[in-house]
């Protein structure tokens, strides 16, 4: 299993091609990103642009605390494959073993190579109906790191050609997973703003205010009266921002999108939260959040 650093110089070992046309593969790459709108259009776009790197079955995943999920495809020269290999993958979480080349990828943040045998390929899932090449050959797997955490993985193989994979390969699809942290990054704050001038259309709209309403005054320290704190069960940094967005009204659709987890796992923290935070429904939650009950 090779580990490659990211600012390695490793000559490629395909044909002869000059600086710039590799460079004109990478800019392909990030235009290819760049020209989808929405964190969904973006997942969707990703393993197309790792195509353009000269990466032939690409697989990108999210991840969540026990398992990655697989969340778009792209097999060059076979669009019709690629759809009936997302079907089936879409319904087959993979988990994360402690002896998986994930949990290496995640656990380091890192990319590693990982060779035969097909029992740890990613494409070896007879389930996936895959047509497995004659030759199984090595893949890379690339972690995607985001507010400080691995939120995704790339799998990307050349075993359509067979041709080799080396560690210039593993180092360029690690730059190519910076470009993908900050397009992910960009469109959900694109859209978290966007969610945020709806919120505020609302509001004038229910006030009938053309302009932003005038913030009322708030009432001296000494004449707020003291409040009772409750002592809740602490809540962890993922739960605590799970119900800041829950308390600006997103649902678990919403909140999932945002901090790419799926939603099972937002539904599995909005419950503890309810349980630590003594609250019958989510809008009580969001409230004891507003009022500054929950720290």
């Not at 080349?101 to 895959?130: A, G, L």
């Not at 320290?221 to 997103?250: K, M, N, Q, W």
Request: a positive charge; proline letters at 6%.
């Amino acid at each position: 299993m090779i580990s490659p650093a990211r600012d390695s110089a490793v000559a490629w070992d395909t044909a002869p091609a000059s600086s710039v046309t590799e460079l004109d593969r990478f800019a392909r790459a990030i235009a290819t990103v760049r020209r989808a709108r929405s964190t969904a259009e973006t997942l969707a776009a990703i393993p197309r642009a790792v195509t353009e790197l000269g990466f032939e079955r690409v697989m990108l995943s999210l991840v969540d605390d026990e398992y990655w999920r697989p969340q778009a495809v792209q097999i060059v020269a076979d669009t019709s494959w690629s759809a009936r290999v997302m079907d089936s993958a879409l319904q087959l979480p993979q988990a994360i073993r402690d002896s998986a080349p994930e949990r290496r990828v995640i656990e380091r943040v890192t990319p590693v190579i990982v060779p035969p045998p097909r029992d740890v390929h990613p494409w070896s899932k007879k389930t996936w109906d895959y047509r497995h090449p004659r030759k199984v050959t090595a893949y890379v797997a690339a972690p995607v790191e985001i507010g400080g955490r691995v939120a995704a993985l790339i799998h990307a193989d050349r075993a359509t050609s067979c041709r080799a994979l080396t560690g210039a390969h593993a180092t360029l699809l690690w730059s190519f997973c910076g470009v993908v942290e900050l397009a992910l990054t960009a469109r959900a704050a694109e859209e978290r703003l966007q969610r945020m001038r709806g919120h505020l259309d609302d509001m004038l709209d229910l006030t009938g205010t053309a302009t932003h309403p005038r913030l009322p005054r708030l009432a001296s320290p000494e004449r707020v009266p003291p409040r009772e704190i409750v002592a809740f069960d602490s809540l962890t940094a993922r739960e605590r921002h799970v119900l800041e967005l829950l308390a600006r009204g997103l649902s678990n659709t919403q909140i999932a999108e945002q901090l790419l987890l799926t939603e099972g796992t937002v539904k599995a923290h909005v419950k503890h939260i309810l349980a630590k935070t003594q609250s019958p429904n989510r809008t009580a939650a969001a409230l004891k959040w507003a009022n500054g009950d929950v720290g």
